[in-house]
């Protein structure tokens, strides 16, 4: 546990830097950049982590992406990961509230390093990561190995509708574009006659191509298990010559991706073959399902009062995570480190992805909720660095959730990097 002391330590840290938090938080919130266009908020995050005495590499990975280190002494260890996101939603700004994952990053390094300027007793580097593209990009996808050195992470994501939840488990999500073309051999289709348009002709072949692979899919939707989803969309596109499916995909298990990708795949390419149309696909990366760690989430949950409800049901053993319907790439993360990525509530009405959230994570009072919690992470990632049996725990519990849950696969690196 953490004693008093610092307690006291981060409670100081966090009056010191908050109106430098608010702003931060304020202007990402004001100038929405969406998924890797987040110039302005990349440079604003690492002047401030440079201000506040962090070695900041810019550019880290990815154009948008950043990495700022601090260590007590020399290159110390454990290393821990606070990760911002700061990308906003095409439209709508920041109705997902990632000005505030940003602000709560910074706000648990900060806070963590001044306690680690204080003792003499603990050492260990704070890794503040910037994560672009979380809406649809999948950031930390592809900054993965940024966490290759890192022993355990936290982030803090805001959540609305009056929903919490101290153990979320996210689902697996990617989405499939299916391209039919029809300018090869349509003059041999069997439907048409030669007097007719040969645009026309074209546009219906690629046309039914693709009703008939909606077809297929359909059937495949009744048919799959409960624990998969699938959503079609259907788009003709001006050339005339080419009908898209853009196909989102998920499931419960990172482990079914392939297998239900493999599925959608049959259906177009059949519908390919009878149609006499050309087909190519491209699929994005998979964001997997997130494990939240309960040796951390339990810890975080014991220093604030957020979630109050998630550590009663734990502790009466009548559930154990939340089993949540969006998708995040931070689960990518969770299978590899010990991650928590907890939700708390900043409001009872407005839904994260929705205009009126957007109102809400400008609001101060959503700060305080989300900065309370920021507390409980920084109290935690300090019993981290000064316990080694509870880091070990946490590491122990994340490999033998490796062993279950890979059981399947009995291939984790296959599985991790699809
Ligand atoms: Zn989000």
Not at 158 to 186: H, M, Q, W, Y
Request: charged letters at 25%; glycine letters at 6%; aromatic letters at 6%.
């Amino acid at each position: 546990m953490a004693s008093a002391e610092f307690l006291e330590l981060i409670e100081t840290e966090l009056a010191a830097k908050r109106s430098i938090l608010r702003q931060t938080s304020l202007r990402i919130w004001a100038n929405p950049e969406v998924c890797f266009e987040e110039h302005n908020a990349h440079d604003l995050l690492c002047d401030v982590l440079e201000d506040g005495g962090f070695r900041v590499t810019r550019h880290h990975i990815l154009q948008t992406g950043f990495k700022a280190e601090w260590s007590s002494r020399g290159s110390a260890t454990p290393r821990i990961a606070f990760v911002c996101e700061y990308d906003a939603l095409p439209e709508i700004g920041h109705a997902c509230g990632h000005n505030l994952i940003a602000e709560c990053g910074l706000a648990m390094a900060f806070m963590v390093k001044r306690v680690l300027e204080t003792s003499d007793q603990i050492d260990g580097t704070i890794v503040v990561i910037g994560t672009p593209a979380e809406e649809g990009g999948g950031g930390k996808i592809l900054m993965i190995s940024a966490f290759d050195d890192i022993d355990a992470g936290f982030m803090i994501h805001p959540f609305g509708g009056g929903d919490r939840a101290l153990n979320g488990k996210t689902l697996c999500s990617a989405r499939f574009e299916g391209i039919f073309r029809s300018d090869v051999d349509c003059e041999r289709s069997v439907h048409v006659s030669r007097d007719l348009n040969r645009k026309t002709v074209a546009r219906q072949s690629s046309m039914d191509a693709a009703v008939v692979a909606y077809g297929h899919l359909a059937l495949l939707r009744k048919t799959m298990p409960s624990s998969w989803r699938l959503g079609v969309v259907m788009k003709p596109m001006e050339s005339n010559k080419e009908t898209r499916l853009q196909i989102s995909y998920r499931s419960v298990k990172g482990v079914d991706m392939r297998p239900l990708r493999e599925k959608i795949v049959v259906c177009c390419e059949t519908a390919a073959q009878c149609t006499r149309c050309e087909f190519e696909y491209s699929h994005t990366k998979e964001y997997l399902e997130q494990w939240p760690n309960h040796t951390l989430t339990a810890r975080i949950g014991e220093y604030c009062t957020n979630f109050e409800e998630d550590m009663e049901l734990v502790r009466e053993g009548k559930k154990r995570e939340t089993q949540l319907l969006g998708s995040s790439d931070a689960g990518n993360v969770s299978q590899i480190i010990p991650f928590v990525q907890v939700f708390p509530c900043i409001d009872g009405l407005a839904n994260i992805h929705h205009k009126n959230f957007t109102d809400v994570t400008k609001t101060a009072a959503a700060e305080e909720t989300m900065l309370e919690v920021a507390k409980a992470c920084a109290r935690t990632a300090i019993d981290l660095l000064s316990d080694p049996k509870f880091l070990e725990a946490a590491w122990s519990e994340l490999r033998a959730r490796q062993l279950e849950e890979f059981s399947e696969s009995r291939n984790i690196d296959a599985h991790l990097s699809p």
